[in-house]
T-cell receptor
Framework: SAVISQKPSRDICQRGTSLTIQCQVD?????MFWYRQQPGQSLTLIAT?????????ESGFVIDKFPISRPNLTFSTLTVSNMSPEDSSIYLC??????????FGPGTRLLVL | DAKTTQPPSMDCAEGRAANLPCNHS???????VYWYRQIHSQGPQYIIH???NNETNEMASLIITEDRKSSTLILPHATLRDTAVYYC????????????FGTGTRLTIIP
């Protein structure tokens, strides 16, 4: 399995500010996924990030709000911009290391006041 | 992707087998059945997946009906650490295809 780390593990932010979440993998992977899990809810895919190209966003998520970078095959960042309390969630990255199996990072717990 | 239906919650006594059902009546021929679990808001953990044959690994067994419209995840000897939300997901067999999570089953292991 892959070793996936995320930074920060948690944060408390003021509304109107932005937070950048980092995801680091110990292996080279083609695609990285970013999910959001709102309190008491299931996971929802935000976007998929392929190295060298723009991320592909799911319905309801836009690049201006959740810009993503993918500078190399082991790293990605997700920025939550102009935050509001509704952005309070757990943000998770995942990778598909070998065919058909995705592995998830530990998540970043965000609270927006 | 086909949708899945799972009971919202289940209890199981410690040491007994936990059997978690999942209905996926609209599954397509090229869609696999995956199971993940999430322990107390940690990142989801892959458990097992299969296409049409029964599968077993060190964590669990997956039983898929012959018509593939339903499946059961079996944890043979449940422990307190198996308390988690279990997600049944169907996904096409393409590399890097996304996972679509439903609401899952909250399994509570009772001492």
């Amino acid at each position: 399995s892959a070793v996936i780390s995320q930074k920060p593990s948690r944060d408390i932010c003021q509304r109107g500010t932005s937070l950048t979440i980092q995801c680091q993998v110990d292996s080279q992977v083609t695609m990285m996924f970013w999910y959001r899990q709102q309190p008491g809810q299931s996971l929802t895919l935000i976007a998929t990030a392929n190295q060298g190209s723009e991320a592909t966003y799911e319905s309801g998520f836009v690049i201006d709000k959740f810009p993503i970078s993918r500078p190399n095959l082991t790293f990605s960042t997700l920025t939550v911009s102009n935050m509001s309390p509704e952005d309070s969630s757990i943000y998770l990255c995942s990778v598909e290391l070998r065919q058909e199996t995705q592995y998830f990072g530990p998540g970043t717990r965000l609270l927006v006041l | 992707d086909a949708k899945t239906t799972q009971p919202p919650s289940m209890d199981c006594a410690e040491g007994r087998a936990a059997n978690l059902p999942c209905n996926h009546s609209t599954i397509s021929g090229n869609e696999y059945v995956y199971w993940y679990r999430q322990i107390h808001s940690q990142g989801p953990q892959y458990i097992i997946h299969g296409l049409k044959n029964n599968e077993t690994n060190e964590m669990a067994s997956l039983i898929i009906t012959e018509d593939r419209k339903s499946s059961t995840l079996i944890l043979p000897h449940a422990t307190l650490r198996d308390t988690a939300v279990y997600y049944c997901i169907v996904r096409v067999d393409f590399v890097n295809e996304k996972l679509t999570f439903g609401t899952g089953t909250r399994l509570t292991i009772i001492p």
